[in-house]
């Protein structure tokens, strides 16, 4: 037991004589790290400097990081608020990859907010950085979801600060203290329901926007997704949507006014009693910006300012030649017939805007042609020695592909190697063409790429694959035409059109055969016939990017004048997309007309869930013996239709005796067209 104890006893006195050594050691070693206690030591770049905040003159930032060697700006992509109510948005899909050239306008992103899915569009010309939220993540609004650099050389260098966590932006670099405020906080609310739109920060430069037009006035009606103003930031001119369904109220921001990103620019009322309220509100609201509050200036020795027409003019124009101008600018300059390269730019890095071009009209005040060439010159960027220009998306694809970068030719500004060129040398994609040129008529630059298909040519698709396992057959049988033309001419100044016509005519027919009218069907694993009570008529109308089937229901119990008015409607609300489902899914026979294109004869392919469609070709005049003609001889029209059926249910005599019926109704029965 003693023995223990002068063991432990032992263990404790190295313990009380070791303690004060180690306290002193860890206070040298953070004396030794940190520079704001007199002496430090820490990574400035790739050296390491001691540094007194006595004796030497190299800052000491307790919490910065090195900067990056060319100080390259990002540009923020933040959670824009796609609507009054939102508060987080999710990313749906990015249409741009890292490394990617954008431009101001471009779609870049899709996002999913609390009303809908809407394309995000860049405000900013540059390249795709660093994708901070990906595909599939949600960010809360006003969170930075990716960076944007200016010029493509710098995107590493952003790259690197975000990583290091020293972005440096151009948000952050602005002295403006933002003051400006809204009158009328203060004003008791009306007490009807209501929502305020604000002018929305098109860029992440933005601090004011000018409303060019409202696209609606005021009390009109509006839907969510309706434009209802052009608002002209420091970056271009964009349309703004309403993402509530009511009536504008009252207009605050008038035409030709700017307001802060922020301020109230008109009221939208849910019901249109509550209007007479809200105006009476707005007059207490402003959407006039405040002058800002600029910080005190500390340096009192005078500096030699340059002008700010110099300044401006060089940033105007960018490297490639690029004019940096708002649309509007763009087409101000057009329509005074003004070189915009010329124009002295007043926006943010130079940008010229629409105000910048009514000065330079009024005063004459321009670049010479040797000044804008003496900026284009002077813009150039050569690599250092054994640097390959090349983007991170082409270096890290000829990484992936085990191409040595430096064989090849690169094609981007100032001989960068892009992501193109290593598709190109990877088989990937294909070498863009020279033009050729030659005498005559001009050159058509065909499609060469991959156009993926719109969803209705994927149901369009989908539909004749479905057809592929449908035993089907053909029968076809001329119609002599001139009877039922003369009768078109005399109901065509009524508004009845030829498509109703045929229309009522096969409904008439498939009345007297309802095998046409029906479909194959197995019910409790047994195959069968399944009749349609109803005749309605779909006929194929070719729309842009797609094929429709607008429908005619109970085209033979209608007359011809309501199956003319109805279907000009019908091929109204086709080009405008805007059928709905029962008007293009209900029908059971269908008809399609390529006459009008001159086709004479052609096979349709049979639509799933129905057992006939009609192929109706153009009309011809054709030459056949006549007893009582002088020459034995007339001429007349005839026109070739071909029937496609489902033979599992309809037979070759079944589709014989329609056309036979429907041959008889159009030369013979006019009286029930009529």
């Known amino acids: 037991l003693l023995s223990k104890v002068l063991h432990h006893r032992n263990i404790m006195m190295v313990a009380i004589n070791i303690v004060p050594f180690v306290t002193l050691a860890a206070f040298w070693i953070l004396i030794l790290s940190e520079p704001s206690y007199g002496f430090g030591l820490y990574n400035a770049g790739r050296k390491v400097v001691w540094t007194s905040s006595v004796l030497s003159d190299v800052p000491a930032h307790r919490y910065s990081q090195p900067s990056t060697q060319l100080n390259a700006k990002a540009i923020e992509i933040t959670m824009p608020a796609l609507s009054s109510t939102m508060k987080e948005g999710r990313i749906v899909s990015w249409l741009k990859n890292e490394g990617d050239e954008i431009e101001a306008g471009e779609a870049i992103m899709v996002v999913e907010s609390d009303k809908a899915d809407m394309d995000v569009e860049a405000f900013e010309d540059g390249y795709l950085a660093k994708i901070i939220t990906e595909e599939g993540e949600a960010a809360p609004v006003g969170e930075v979801v990716a960076l944007v650099s200016a010029l493509e050389s710098e995107i590493e260098d952003v790259i690197a600060s975000y990583e290091g966590g020293t972005v440096t932006t151009a948000e952050a670099e602005s002295a403006v203290v933002d003051t400006a405020h809204v009158a ?80 109230p620019v008109a009221l939208i009322a849910e019901e249109e009693c509550d209007i007479p309220a809200l105006k009476a509100y707005a007059t207490t609201l402003s959407g006039a910006p405040v002058t800002p509050i600029l910080p005190p200036v500390t340096n009192a020795t005078p500096q030699t300012i340059a002008p700010k027409a110099t300044q401006m003019a060089t940033s105007s124009i960018v490297s490639g030649g690029r004019v940096v101008a708002s649309p509007l600018a763009k087409k101000r300059a057009q329509e005074l017939g003004l070189d915009i390269a010329t124009i002295v730019g007043t926006g943010p890095n130079g940008r010229i805007t629409a105000g910048d071009v009514e000065a330079a009209a009024v005063s004459g005040t321009t670049l010479s042609a040797t000044e804008v060439t003496s900026t284009l010159s002077s813009q150039s960027w050569t690599p250092a020695p054994g640097v390959i220009a090349a983007t991170p998306s082409a270096r890290a694809a000829a990484k992936k592909a085990k191409i040595d970068i430096a064989t090849i030719q690169g094609s981007g500004e100032f001989g960068r190697v892009t992501i193109d060129d290593v598709k190109i040398i990877t088989g990937e994609k294909k070498p863009q063409r020279k033009s050729v040129v030659r005498a005559g008529p001009e050159v058509i630059d065909l499609p060469g790429d991959f156009v993926p298909f719109s969803g209705m040519q994927r149901a369009v698709s989908n539909n004749m694959m479905a057809t592929l396992s449908i035993p089907e057959f053909r029968v076809s049988r001329e119609i002599q035409m001139d009877k039922f033309d003369n009768l078109y001419k005399t109901l065509k100044p009524k508004g009845v059109t030829l498509s109703a016509m045929l229309a009522k005519a096969v409904a008439l027919a498939v009345e007297k055969h309802p095998i046409i009218n029906s ?156």
């Open 184 to 263: 009328g906080d203060n004003t008791v609310k009306p007490d009807v329901p209501f929502s305020q739109i604000d002018m929305p920060a098109l860029s992440s430069t933005m601090k004011e926007g000018k409303v060019v037009s409202w696209l609606k006035a005021e009390g009109d009606p509006i839907s969510s997704g309706d434009a209802i103003m052009v608002v002209e930031s420091d970056k271009a001119d964009m349309d703004v949507e309403a993402f509530e369904d009511g009536f504008l109220a009252a207009i605050i921001t008038e035409e030709g006014e700017s307001g802060v990103v922020g301020a």
């Open 519 to 674: 479909s194959y069907s197995e019910q409790g694993g047994s195959p069968g016939v399944q009749y349609n009570k109803d005749i309605n008529i779909a006929m194929a109308v070719a729309i842009d990017g797609g094929l429709i089937t607008p429908t005619l229901k109970y085209a033979n119990e209608r007359s011809m004048a309501e199956l003319g008015e109805n279907w000009k409607e019908l091929v109204g609300k086709a080009k405008s997309n805007t059928l709905s489902p029962d008007e293009y899914q209900s029908g059971t026979f269908t008809i399609s007309n390529m006459g009008m294109f001159g086709v004479t004869d052609f096979g349709a392919i049979l639509p799933p869930g129905t057992g006939g469609i009609l192929a109706i070709g153009g009309t011809q005049e054709t030459i056949v013996p006549d007893s009582a003609a002088v020459l034995g001889m007339k001429k007349i029209k005839k026109m070739k239709v071909t029937l496609t059926c489902d033979h599992r249910q309809i037979y070759g005599a079944d589709a014989a005796l329609f056309l036979r019926t429907l041959a008889d109704i159009m030369e013979n029965k006019l009286e029930l067209l009529s």
